[in-house]
């Protein structure tokens, strides 16, 4: 069974540049989440979709990052413009529903340097 | 609001050691506890969780961890460490009373073992 794709790895912008990341959830996965891990912190939840549909995104700082998740299969998290402190692992996660016992199963992640 | 506490950012271990990270939570309601491991350049696996039932729960690679509601602790052992299991450890609560998982990260603990 395939994992959580994320693309790209790396990726280096300068300061008040755009950038979008994608996901590939795992197929048949209903939920989606999106984390930002600042180094040294553990993961901060940004966002999570039920299929094509927002279940939480009160962390999500909405004057520069959007999120969508089209069909209810991948999706695309954006950062417009970019800030210094946007530095992070970006890691996308799924799981099958969204109750809390089930498992998260987490992307390797996107390395965003802000210069 | 819920939080975890993990006490250590690092700890050495010898091979064949006993393996010990520490967790405390809290949370206004039952919750759901988590470990998951990072290893380096990854995203994060599921090692075990606490649901409900049995407090005592075993994971994978050897790993468990008890749940102890009067210390709300749920700290994460391993009767001997091998080199593999150097990484990063992370503990997690959800609520255990809403049909969402909404994961609330520790700051996590790096596990070194020399040999």
């Known amino acids: 069974e395939a994992g959580v794709a994320q693309s790209p790895r790396y990726k280096i912008i300068e300061k008040r540049q755009s950038v979008a990341f994608w996901c590939n959830p795992i197929?048949?996965?209903?939920?989606l989440y999106w984390y930002q891990q600042i180094l040294g912190q553990g993961p901060k939840l940004l966002i999570q979709?039920?299929?094509?549909?927002?279940?939480?995104d009160s962390q999500l700082p909405k004057d520069r990052f959007s999120a969508e998740r089209l069909k209810g299969v991948d999706s695309t998290l954006k950062i417009q413009p970019a800030k210094l402190e946007d530095s992070a692992v970006y890691l996308c996660?799924?799981?099958?529903?969204?109750?809390?016992?089930?498992?998260?199963?987490f992307g390797p992640g996107t390395r965003l340097t802000v210069l | 609001a819920q939080s975890v506490t993990q006490l250590g950012s690092h700890v050495s271990v010898s091979e064949g050691a006993l393996v010990l990270l520490r967790c405390n939570y809290s949370s206004s309601v039952p919750p759901y506890l988590f470990w998951y491991v990072q290893y380096p350049n990854q995203g994060l696996q599921l090692l075990l969780k606490y649901t409900t039932g049995a407090t005592l729960v075993k994971g994978i690679n050897g790993f468990e961890a008890e749940f102890k509601k009067s210390e709300t602790s749920f700290h994460l052992t391993k009767p001997s460490a091998h080199m593999s299991d150097a990484a990063e450890y992370f503990c997690?609560?959800?609520?255990?009373?809403?049909?969402?998982?909404?994961?609330?990260f520790g700051t996590g603990t790096r596990l070194l073992v020399s040999p």
């Open positions: 997690a609560v959800t609520r255990g009373d809403t049909g969402f998982q909404k994961l609330v």
């Open positions: 197929s048949g996965h209903a939920t």
């Open positions: 979709f039920q299929n094509n549909g927002v279940v939480d």
């Open positions: 996660a799924s799981s099958l529903v969204a109750s809390g016992t089930d498992t998260q199963y």
